[in-house]
Nanobody, 120 residues
């Protein structure tokens, strides 16, 4: 079993920065893709960024140039550095990890969500 714990959310003024973290614990064999999603009130959940085992990254157009996703494989942790935040970034942010077991079974795991509010 794998559990994901998120941290780093909060209230920030427009133009400010936040860094989200998500750490996995439990019986971990190999974590493949890691990603961050977000969901604002009244909107569908959307992919913000993802990063592959080899370090390839993908970003939503709305965050390109402002957000950076990274991972620390030794710590089983994914990060999201968010700069130049604006009000449209306000949402609940969820981390995601795909875990591959020793018998090559893939399981999806989600964090509990952390609130990011950008307001003056």
């Amino acid at each position: 079993q794998v559990q994901l714990v998120e941290s780093g959310g909060g209230l920030v003024q427009p133009g400010g920065s936040l860094r989200l973290s998500c750490a996995a614990s439990g019986s971990i064999f190999r974590i493949n893709v890691m990603a961050w999603y977000r969901q604002a009130p009244g909107n569908e959940r959307e992919l913000v960024a993802d990063i592959s085992t080899g370090g390839l990254t993908n970003y939503a157009n709305s965050v390109k140039g402002r957000f950076t996703i990274s991972r620390d494989n030794a710590k089983h942790t994914v990060y999201l550095q968010m700069n130049s935040l604006n009000t449209e970034d306000t949402a609940v942010y969820y981390c995601y990890m795909k875990h591959c077991t020793r018998i090559r079974e893939n399981w999806d795991y989600w964090g509990q969500g952390t609130q990011v509010t950008v307001a003056s």
